[in-house]
């Protein structure tokens, strides 16, 4: 549906239509939630055979009794695994509790206290500091950085990743600009892989801003395909070591929606020497992560073959709800100038754009018929987005009816707000 050609008659018997349709959800008092990348029930269920699994043995390859306090490094298996995920030797991998999160959060108030170069590197030196944040992008990266007065300066993200002219131009003129927040594969939430040129440049910035700059790589979808064999990610630290850059680069990711996400297993990837910087303050605040919990992943995931199998698994769960929500926007949206949106081959979210000026009005027209949403502005620093257009849909935690039914109601609501948008002038 097109109505930029649709007279006033025209949109006013379209609208009341569009109106008692909307009237209809409402009335059947509808609870559907799309609002966060969660696992499903289903999902989460794949690892139930962490429950029992060391079957009384808690010692690992190394002989060493995980139940007690100490390895801060985390287990020997694990940091094998972690190390296959992220692309980096053992001894450039930190294993730590279930949140990476909490390890970007930890980073930051590394970086932020103490300096990965030694007390006068510490950003709180600075006269301000500032982030380069791609949008739309990840909100809880946005929440770090305001817990730390940090300043957010947007980049647009294009269908290769950040726009790097941009992004480089930023980085040039402005030495407040110490970071970079980003998710490279399956990008929350537009769901793109980042291209090997635009790896390379952002494995490259610290020549342009110094050794005190930070790339925060979340690669949190690494191994959630939705399909087999998608683009491969260029390996970032390889890159920075090519450039000389390699103590620049911090990697994350963790087993959250791979396992159980609230009892998952979480990795820093980083240079030995970035590594050894930041142990020292996290051999402050810890003796050590929850190695049993380690292990147990260990056994259950022993190599990258056993987690590519378990990740087939998820995709078969995931893939049909995408394929809902992406096949009603293509019926309904195709060819119309009211919507776009990407196509992700993994990750947890697909992101649409609405007509400028009409995000929170569809959010808050979904919510009052039923459906929960992010509200709109959270893909965008300061939960502003300058257009209010960008909206993220998560379709992973409602069953196949549910999506349905949510999808319906999302694409009523952006018809609806759309048309009384042009009747509006």
């Known amino acids: 549906m097109d109505i930029q050609n649709l ?4 949109l006013q018997v379209l609208e009341q239509e ?3 349709e909307y009237q209809s959800f409402q009335e059947q008092d509808l609870k559907l939630d799309l609002t966060r990348g969660k696992p499903s029930s289903e999902q989460l269920s794949l690892s139930d055979e962490l429950d029992g699994i060391l079957n009384g043995n808690y010692k690992n390859e190394e002989g060493t009794d995980t139940r007690n306090y100490g390895g801060i490094d985390g287990i020997a298996e694990m940091k094998r695994l972690g190390a296959s995920i992220l692309g980096v030797a053992e001894s450039e991998i930190l294993v730590g509790g279930n949140s990476s999160l909490t390890l970007m959060y930890q980073s930051v108030l590394h970086a932020y206290l103490f300096g990965f170069n030694g007390p006068n590197s510490a950003w709180n030196k600075e006269d301000k500091v500032k982030f380069a944040c791609p949008v739309p992008g990840y909100d809880r990266h946005f929440s770090i950085c305001e817990a730390f007065g940090i300043e957010m300066v947007t980049v647009p993200m294009t269908e290769n990743g950040p726009d790097i002219e941009a992004l480089t131009e930023l980085v040039t003129n402005d030495p407040s600009v110490k970071g970079i927040w980003c998710v490279p594969k399956f990008s929350n939430p537009t769901g793109i892989i980042y291209s090997d040129e635009t790896v390379n440049a952002i494995a490259g910035l610290a020549k342009i801003a110094g050794p005190n700059f930070k790339v925060f790589w979340d690669n949190a979808y690494a191994v959630h395909e939705l399909v087999p064999n998608t683009k491969a990610l260029a390996n970032i630290l390889a890159c920075a070591k090519e450039q000389g850059t390699e103590d620049s680069i911090l990697q994350f990711t963790s087993t959250s929606k791979i396992t159980h996400a609230g009892s998952g ?23 050590g992560p929850d190695k049993v919990n380690q292990l147990r992943h260990a056994l259950l995931l022993p190599n990258m073959d056993a987690l590519a199998t378990h990740m087939r698994k998820h995709a078969d769960i995931l893939k049909p709800r995408f394929d809902i929500v992406l096949s009603t926007l293509k019926e309904a949206f195709e060819g119309s100038t009211l919507g776009s949106w990407e196509s992700p081959l993994g990750g947890y979210f697909v992101s649409f754009d609405t007509l ?3 995000a929170k009005t569809v959010v808050g027209m979904a919510a009052q018929a039923g459906v929960k949403l992010t509200p709109a502005g959270a893909t965008f620093p300061y939960g502003k987005d300058p257009e209010d257009k960008n909206i993220r849909i998560a379709p992973s935690v409602p069953n196949l009816e549910e999506i349905e039914q949510a999808m319906k109601i999302f694409v009523n609501c952006v018809k609806l707000a759309s048309v009384r948008q042009a009747l509006a002038g």
């Open 7 to 10: 007279s006033t008659e025209e």
């Open 18 to 20: 569009l109106a008692q």
């Open 356 to 358: 400028p000026g009409l």
């Open 265 to 287: 297993v979480a990795f820093l990837g980083a240079s030995e020497k970035t590594l050894a910087s930041f142990r020292s303050s996290l051999g402050v605040a810890t003796i």
